[in-house]
Structures are given as C-alpha cells and as structure tokens.
C-alpha cells in the first residue's frame, strides 16, 4: 500500500483520508484533519513546520514511509492527540514543549495575547501579570514574549504542569521575567498584586467530563473537571481576585460553555464576553471594581462550593 504513496503530499493526504475515515476529534490545538496529518508528516521527516509548498512533491525513502505510518497508526489507533505525538504545539505564534503533563495549549486567548490584550486594557500600564492555572504555561510565557517589558508569575496546582512550564521558561529563555509557582489558585501568592490576571481554569462539567472524546483521556483531568456545572474553579477565582489586583485591575477568565451558567449565577455582574474573530468562545473580562462591587453575591456563591 505505501508503494502507492511517494510524495510529502500523498502522505499528507493520505493521513487525512484515514482521519477522517476513523472518525478522529480534532479538539487539540488543529482543528481538522489536513494539518495533524501535515504536523505528523513535518515531524516524522524532520522538517520546519513553514516548509516551502514546493517541497511537496519531495518523495519518501521506504524507511521515512515506515515513520510516517506508524505515528498515523498511534494517532488513529490510540487516540494519542498529534501535539503528544510531536512534543510540540503551537500557540499565539509560538512553539511550546507539550506532553500530558499538562493540557495541549489552544485556549482562543491566544489571539487576545497577539492583539496586546487591547482594546480590554484601554491603555492601562502593565507591570506584573499572573497567568492563573497556567499548565504548560502557554498563556503566561506568551504574554511575555509580546511584552518585553512585562513581569509573569504562573501559577498552578499540578508538580507535573509546572516542571513543564519551566522547560518552557527555559525554551524561550525567559528566567528572568517569568516564574512559576506551585499554588492552589491564589493560597501561596499572599501580598502579591498585579494589573491582569489572566486565567484558563478547569471548566469542564462532570457530565460533559465523562462524554469527552478518549484523545481527551491523555490529558492530565485536573486540567478539565470543575464540578456540576463547570464553575467550581472561575467562582473561587472571581471571589478572590480582587485581592490580588492593584485598584484598577483586570481578570481576564475562560469558561467556554459553563459561560450560560456563570451568567445565569450572576446576571447583575457585568462581565465583558470577548468577541474572536469565529465568534464568542467563553471568555469574560471584568474590572476589579465590578468584582468588589458584587462581591457578597460572589462570596456565598463560591463559599457553598466548599
Ligand atoms: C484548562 S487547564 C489550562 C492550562 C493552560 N492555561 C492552557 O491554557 O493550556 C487548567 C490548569 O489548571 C490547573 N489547576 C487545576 N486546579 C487548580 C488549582 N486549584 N490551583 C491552581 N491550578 C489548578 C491544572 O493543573 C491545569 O494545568
């Protein structure tokens, strides 16, 4: 059979048949089958990612076949997501180590990084931002490589995801603006403040938890579950936040779908939902002023969590 197929580009589109045929998820990092097949032939040969098109109709020696075949097999097989396969995935621009010590990074706040988190800061000045549950430190690291004038703390609970985040510390020799710093939420960051606070928390249902396609079982489930209606971490976040903003801070906060159900919780808080360029994704932005303002409601809310 791979007699048949010869170049870059019969591997590419090969792979992207037998996707489609086993009925893969695309919810990590690609959206769809044409580029995890061009990832996982790029990989396999050892080439750029910005491989000159012309380059497609290179032809595979029989040995470079076998690799390409057998990452399609795991891929399809396993369930492996294509970034696990790889060790690498792209965000915001940029090419981040990635392995199920934490989640693939693909949070649509990415784009609001690229875009200098503006218009939402309005022209505030920045110093110090903390990326809040910060897995493979995506977000954080990202922030920092836009704004060279930034400081960045990353924060998470999990060991793993952090020892990660530091390798990509190091990967974008960022040592000297960004820490990371193992804390439930906001426990060890007493006195600390900063003018955003950016965060991609747990926001997966126990419902939907337990329906989620298996590529999604490689990833660490600290990372997704957030109780009955996927609020248990962003309420413990909202209610705590103000303290760890300077007056006229902003937290910035990803709740995909739990957003009907935040909204439904808390109509009269006035949060900002982040129109991307395909649509509304589940991301709010709330001045530190608002929080303080609700926060009795926001309290008893988080407190009944526990
Ligand atoms: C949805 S993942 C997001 C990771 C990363 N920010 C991204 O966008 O790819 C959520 C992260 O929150 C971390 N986490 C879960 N509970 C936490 C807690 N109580 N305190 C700090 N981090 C927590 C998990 O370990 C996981 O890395």
Redesign the pocket.
């Known amino acids: 059979m791979s007699s048949e197929l010869s170049t870059i580009i019969d591997f590419i589109r090969f792979g992207a048949s037998r996707f489609g045929a086993a009925g893969l998820t695309f919810g990590h990092s690609y959206d769809n089958a044409l580029d995890e097949a061009t990832q996982l032939v790029l990989h396999a040969l050892h080439l750029p990612h910005d491989l000159n098109p012309t380059f497609g109709q290179a032809r595979l020696t029989s040995e470079e076949k076998l690799d390409v075949l057998q990452l399609f097999e795991r891929r399809i097989e396993e369930r492996i997501p294509a970034c696990y396969l790889t060790g690498e995935a792209w965000f915001a621009g940029l090419s981040f180590l990635s392995d199920p010590r ?6 649509p ?1 990415a784009e609001l990084i690229e875009a200098g988190y503006e218009p939402w800061l309005g022209g505030r000045e920045v110093h110090r931002v903390l ?6 430190g ?2 954080g690291i990202a922030t920092a490589v836009y704004q060279p004038n930034w400081q960045v703390d990353l ?4 060991e793993d ?1 952090l020892a990660l985040a530091n390798e990509n510390i190091a990967r974008f020799q960022m040592d000297e603006r960004v820490q990371a710093i193992q ?3 906001f426990a060890a960051l007493d006195g600390q403040r900063y003018e955003l606070i950016v965060s ?4 997966v249902t126990h419902d939907e938890v337990a329906a989620l396609p298996e590529e999604y079982a490689y990833e ?1 489930e ?3 579950r957030a109780g009955d209606d996927g609020l248990d ?1 962003a309420l413990r976040i909202l209610r705590d936040a103000p303290n760890y903003l300077s007056d006229n801070g902003l937290l910035i906060c990803e709740v995909g779908e739990s957003e009907r159900a935040l909204v439904q919780l808390l109509p009269e808080v006035p949060f900002a939902w982040v129109e991307f360029k395909v649509g509304q994704m589940g991301i709010f932005v709330v001045e530190r002023g608002d929080l303080v303002a609700h926060a009795a409601t926001i309290k008893a809310l988080a407190d009944a969590r526990g």
């Open positions: 934490a989640l693939v990074p693909r949070s706040i990326d809040l549950c910060t897995g493979s995506c977000i924060v998470d609970l999990s995801a804390s439930d939420l991609n928390p747990p926001y660490p600290l990372g997704l971490l």
